[in-house]
C-alpha cells in the first residue's frame, strides 16, 4: 500500500543533521513530501526572521534530492491546514520539533506520527550555526 510521509521544517543553516532527519523521513513510506516554513511563519512561531529566506532554503532542500516533493507552507496561523491538502498517511516530527503529537491527532485522527531520532545533536542545530 502507498505511504505519503509528510515532515516540515525551517532548514536554515542546511546540515547533516537535517539531512539525516530527511533521510530518515524518506525510508518511512513511498513518497517523502517537506514542507518548507514561510518567513512569516518562522517569525510568528520562533520570534526571529531565519537567516536565508524561504525560496534559498526550500532550493537547498530541494538540492538534497531527497524529497519527492518540496513546498512552501501556508501563510496562515494554522500550521496544520496544509495537512489537509497533501493527505499523508504518516507525519515525521524532529526530536525537538515543538509540535506535540496531540494537537495533530484531534484534527486528523487517522495520521501515523512518528517522531525521528536525533543526529549528533551536540554538534548539529541550526541555534549553533546562527550565532
Known amino acids: 500500500m502507498f505511504k505519503r510521509v509528510v515532515c516540515a521544517g525551517t532548514f536554515d543553516h542546511l546540515h547533516p543533521?537535517?539531512?539525516d532527519f530527511l533521510r530518515q523521513a524518506k525510508e518511512l513510506g513511498d513518497e517523502l513530501v517537506v514542507i518548507v516554513a514561510r518567513d512569516e511563519t518562522v517569525y510568528r512561531i520562533k520570534g526571529f526572521l531565519p537567516t536565508y529566506n524561504e525560496e534559498v532554503r526550500k532550493k537547498g532542500v530541494e538540492d538534497t534530492k531527497i524529497a519527492d516533493v518540496v513546498i512552501l507552507g501556508n501563510y496562515n496561523s494554522d500550521i496544520?491546514?496544509?495537512l489537509e491538502d497533501i493527505k499523508p498517511d504518516i507525519v515525521?516530527?524532529?526530536?525537538?520539533?515543538r509540535v506535540k503529537e496531540s494537537e495533530i491527532l484531534k484534527r486528523f485522527p487517522a495520521l501515523k506520527i512518528i517522531r525521528l531520532q536525533p543526529?549528533?545533536?551536540d554538534k548539529y542545530k541550526s541555534s549553533f550555526y546562527r550565532k
Do not use: K, N, R
Not at 515525521?92 to 520539533?97: I, P, R, S, T, V
Open 17 to 19: 543533521g537535517h539531512l
Open 80 to 82: 496544520f491546514m496544509i
Open 92 to 97: 515525521a516530527l524532529g526530536y525537538d520539533q
Open 119 to 121: 543526529y549528533q545533536a
